[in-house]
């Protein structure tokens, strides 16, 4: 997808401040008001509020009224002025150095930049002055420059020469793609100590390292895959020192609505963005959401990896290891019945359950973009008190007549002071035509090589299942 067409995805309206819809893939569209004042002729227009990571085949600059702007030429500069930059356009030359030193009056010296160091690796990056004819690395004091002339930027620039027909005077549109700011949904989760119903907070992280501070700017999040072509080599490292801005506990603060295939969440109020900042938004909160604990026995979750259905045929030694952990997931319902309903971004879940007055953290999973009316369903760890075993009590095969019968025992104990339901996960993978034979408990069939065992258990209870699988081929 053209980067043109995200930006054309979004509305353009005027902004007095500026607009940012930001996407969950490290980049964002800017929306700028330009105030342009335009004779007949060709106008030099500068604009020196773009960010540092600006994509420049992106921008685009319109009359919001449709008239046209004949745009001869844009430049985008990105060396905005640093000591370094400065040492580097004074190589070989001679510049002064003011010298302030503890006791001792302040002074001037001379030193001619052998070496800036700008734009150098390791140790070569360090800078070499010359002074009264000895050598020496690093600065003898604050350089001081002599003027450059009017062709020096403080921040990174839009230029532009526009042909204009007739006088005009428009607040103009500008618009463009940038990398450098990304955002991140996260959820914590809390349970009381006995029961399931849980109280929702889920937060939006922003991240701006754009180069660029956003006052006032009117924000979107868009959540969702978008295709976006990425760069081999990103234009800027991302810069450390972020700082963390305290939480917004407005619970209207956030907006959410369909938007073509993805969906956008407005915040409810203009906020400032500023560059390495990371700035937390909350934007749900429930109560009283119900919640299920399951427990998953999969004895032969841990072979599954690397093996297809049908691969494994005649092997007589597939299936006979046992996986002894049952997992513990969390399952519930993204419904408005259930006092939520709101489209909810991917990001990390996070579990807590309150012991006394006290919260502790019981594990963490992602989830990825969940529509309304899904339900999720996450794993938390592993029981401490329900352990499985698995083990393989039979296995004939008949090469000839194309048939094999295996046999399996499942034994669940459970030494937990509660009941607890087990769903025992079965993989009947050796061929794609099979059937039971025999079985001990009910089972359903999940998928084509997939059944599942519920088994109750009573505090302290063991239990057997058994079954025979027929596999034909």
């Known amino acids: ?3 043109l067409a995200l930006l054309l995805a979004i509305p353009t309206i005027a902004f007095a401040a500026p607009g940012l819809t930001i996407y969950n893939q490290n980049f964002a569209v800017v929306r700028d008001t330009i ?18 990571q600006l994509e420049p085949d992106s921008v685009i600059l319109r009359d919001p009224q449709g008239r046209p702007i004949s745009i001869l030429e844009q430049n985008y500069r990105n060396d905005p002025v640093t000591q370094s930059l400065l040492l580097s356009l004074f190589e070989g030359k001679e510049i002064d150095f003011f010298v302030r030193e503890i006791n001792k009056p302040d002074r001037t ?4 930049v052998i070496r800036s160091g700008y734009g150098q690796p390791g140790e070569a990056s360090q800078p070499v002055i010359e002074i009264d004819g000895k050598i020496q690395f690093g600065l003898p004091g604050m350089p001081v420059f002599p003027s450059l002339g009017d062709d020096t930027i403080l921040k990174p620039r839009l230029a532009w020469k526009i042909n204009a027909s007739h006088p005009l005077q428009t607040d103009a549109e500008l618009g463009y793609v940038t990398g450098g700011l990304s955002w991140s949904a996260s959820y914590n989760l809390v349970a009381p100590e006995k029961g399931d119903i849980i109280d929702f907070v889920g937060w939006i992280t922003m991240q701006n390292q754009s180069g660029r501070t956003f006052e006032d700017a009117k924000i979107k999040l868009l959540a969702g895959d978008v295709n976006k072509i990425q760069p081999v080599v990103s234009r800027m490292k991302m810069r450390g020192g972020m700082t963390m801005a305290a939480p917004i506990m407005d619970e209207s603060a956030v907006s959410e609505k369909a938007f073509d295939e993805f969906h956008l969440y407005t915040l409810g109020r203009p906020t400032t963005l500023r560059d390495r900042e990371t700035k937390q938004v909350e934007f749900v909160r429930a109560s009283g959401v119900k919640s299920e604990t399951i427990y998953v026995y999969d004895g032969l979750g841990l072979m599954r990896q690397g093996f297809v259905s049908g691969t494994v045929g005649d092997n007589p030694n597939f299936g006979t290891q046992s996986n002894t952990k049952v997992a513990v997931l969390r399952e519930f319902k993204n419904s408005k019945e259930n006092n939520l309903g709101i489209a909810l971004p991917k990001g990390r879940v996070r579990f807590y359950r309150t012991d006394g007055t006290n919260l502790e953290f019981i594990g963490e999973n992602e989830i990825d973009h969940t529509p309304t009316d899904e339900i999720i369903k996450l794993k938390t760890g592993d029981a401490f008190d329900i352990v499985g075993e698995r083990k393989r009590t039979d296995f004939k095969v008949n090469t000839s007549n194309k048939w ?18 087990v769903r025992v996960i079965e993989h009947l993978m050796r061929w794609a035509n099979w059937s039971i034979s ?4 009910d089972f359903t069939k999940l998928n084509s090589d ?6 109750a258990l009573k505090p302290g209870e063991e239990r057997k299942i058994t079954y025979t699988v027929h596999y034909t081929w």
């Open 35 to 52: 105030p342009l004042d335009l004779k007949a002729g060709v106008n030099d227009v500068t604009f020196d509020g773009a960010t540092a």
């Open 109 to 112: 010296v001379r030193g001619k």
């Open 404 to 421: 094999a019968d295996e046999s399996f025992e499942i034994e669940l104990r459970n030494r937990k002071k509660e009941a607890a339901t």
């Open 1 to 3: 997808m053209k980067t």
């Open 438 to 441: 025999a079985n001990s408990d």
């Open 450 to 455: 997939q059944i599942e065992f519920r088994i």
